[in-house]
């Protein structure tokens, strides 16, 4: 069993910053991807980052050049440097992590970005 618990939302003005993190405990394997979605009220949840083994990123171009994604292994955790925040980046942001069982997700912190 996997659990993902994260830490770092609140309120913030337009081009601030904040960084979330992510703590993961159970059964963690560093060459499985790590990430963060977000959801926004009325919409899907949507990819912001992921990482995978060897540090290779991806990223929504929306956050392209904003958002910067970390993992430390050793500690299994990651995170995610915000920058330049927009008040459309308000939204609920999941961690998540992907085993071969499955999709495991945290409990979401929120983001609130005030114009």
């Known amino acids: 069993q996997v659990q993902l618990v994260e830490s770092g939302g609140g309120l913030v003005q337009a081009g601030g910053s904040l960084r979330l993190s992510c703590t993961a405990s159970g059964r963690i394997f560093s060459t499985n991807p790590m990430g963060w979605y977000r959801q926004a009220p009325g919409k899907q949840r949507e990819l912001v980052a992921l990482?995978?083994?060897?540090?290779?990123?991806n990223y929504d171009d929306s956050v392209k050049g904003r958002f910067t994604i970390s993992r430390d292994y050793a500690k299994n955790t990651v995170s995610l440097q915000m920058n330049s925040l927009k008040p459309e980046d308000s939204a609920v942001y999941y961690c998540?992590?992907?085993?071969?069982?499955?999709?495991?997700w945290g409990q979401g912190t929120q983001v609130t970005v005030s114009s």
């Open positions: 998540y992590y992907a085993a071969r069982t499955g999709n495991y």
């Open positions: 990482i995978r083994s060897g540090d290779i990123t």
